[in-house]
């Protein structure tokens, strides 16, 4: 991910050059398209939530203070975004009789696997995501920046704003969370 | 180390966040126990899942829409001032109106007096006979003769 000078371009911001937004877009789109659509668990509603989460960080860069560089300001943003997305759309699933998480799960390979290819990557990838899917939102946003995104526990906590000591631990419960779901899956 | 203290060391153990210390103290234990060394297994085997699992880009013109759709939000939000400007003349034709029934009614009490006047010459009480020798008296002679023939 390429990083931007983050003064220099929220003072063009600033100064009316609308082109300084479309730059931080460019930079940062990959990795906020990339988060959504883990956070989310579906790839096709993931550039409606990015382009929320880009538009939200329009309407607020002005107000924007540099105490934070502005991918982490953005991930952030992404992370809530997300959040509300699920929230509406579990909402939604009452009424519709619908479990959204899974249906990007169905796309995989389905079927008892052979002990042999029990830690086959595919079926592995796959129990994975739909485990994934089933953690909380809290251990959810830890674990998908982590090893999806690839940040340091620093830049977690200040995106999230909280200790680095939280995200260690959250972490660590995400990672038994996600290896006692995976048994159920048969994996 | 024991395998409480070892099982809290799995997770910055696999983000090669110990210190030297702590990994020397960690690699003897997993070397002597079976159990942890097996639970660490299937953490390596989840984060290599992790690793392979596809990295999604943006799709194709995802900048080009974005600063699309935030035009078109900023042209909308000029366009509510017509709105707006109509809404307000509306608004002020509303006020005086109802100034001007205030006025009248204020205007109205000011001046109890006239307006019993003007009741009171409304009024059958007040009602005066047509005088025989006027225009009045003379049409009504006439139209009572055509009523009797």
């Known amino acids: 991910m390429k990083k931007l000078d983050d003064t220099a371009i929220l003072l063009r911001f600033k100064n009316g050059d609308t082109s ?35 538009l939200k960080a329009y309407q607020n860069l002005k107000a924007f203070k540099p105490n934070a560089s ?38 995989e390979p ?19 995501k739909k485990a994934l899917g ?3 939102r809290k251990l959810k946003s830890v674990i998908v920046m ?23 631990s959250r972490i660590s419960r995400a990672r038994e969370e996600l290896k006692e779901l995976m048994k159920g899956f048969n994996l | 180390m024991r395998c409480s203290k070892a099982k809290k060391l799995f997770s910055p153990y696999i983000d ?21 060394r097996s639970r660490l297994e299937e953490m390596k085997v989840m984060h290599n899942a992790f690793c392979s699992m596809e990295r999604l880009n943006a799709p194709y013109g995802f900048t080009t829409r974005v600063m699309a759709n935030i035009n078109e939000k900023r042209t909308k939000r000029w366009s509510l001032f017509p709105v707006l400007g109509m809404v307000i003349e509306a608004s002020v034709v509303v006020l005086v109106i109802m100034i001007g029934t205030r006025a009248g009614s204020f ?27 006027s225009i009045g008296g003379a049409y009504l002679a006439m139209m009572e003769g055509n009523n009797e023939k």
């Open chain 1, 110 to 128: 389905s079927g008892d696997p052979s002990p042999e290819s029990i830690y086959g990557s595919k079926q592995t990838a796959a129990a994975l």
């Open chain 2, 16 to 36: 090669t966040a110990l210190t030297k210390a702590e990994e020397e103290l960690f690699d003897a234990h997993i070397r002597d126990c079976n159990e942890c």
């Open chain 1, 146 to 168: 982590k090893e999806i995104e690839g940040l340091s526990y620093e830049e977690i906590a200040d995106t999230l704003e909280i200790s680095i000591g939280t995200v260690k």
């Open chain 1, 70 to 107: 502005i991918y982490t300001w953005l991930y952030r943003i992404a992370i809530n975004t997300c959040i509300d997305y699920k929230r509406k759309v579990s909402f939604e699933s009452v009424f519709k009789h619908q479990q959204h998480d899974e249906d990007i799960i169905a796309n």
């Open chain 1, 134 to 136: 089933k953690l909380s």
């Open chain 2, 107 to 133: 205007l109205g009490t000011a001046f109890t007096g006239q307006t019993t006047n003007i009741s009171s010459s409304l009024s059958l009480d007040t009602f005066e006979a047509v005088q025989p020798n």
């Open chain 1, 20 to 54: 300084a937004f479309q730059e931080i877009v460019l930079a940062y789109q990959d990795s906020i398209f990339n988060l959504c659509a883990y956070m989310i668990g579906d790839p096709v509603n993931a550039e409606d939530v990015a382009q929320d989460v880009f």
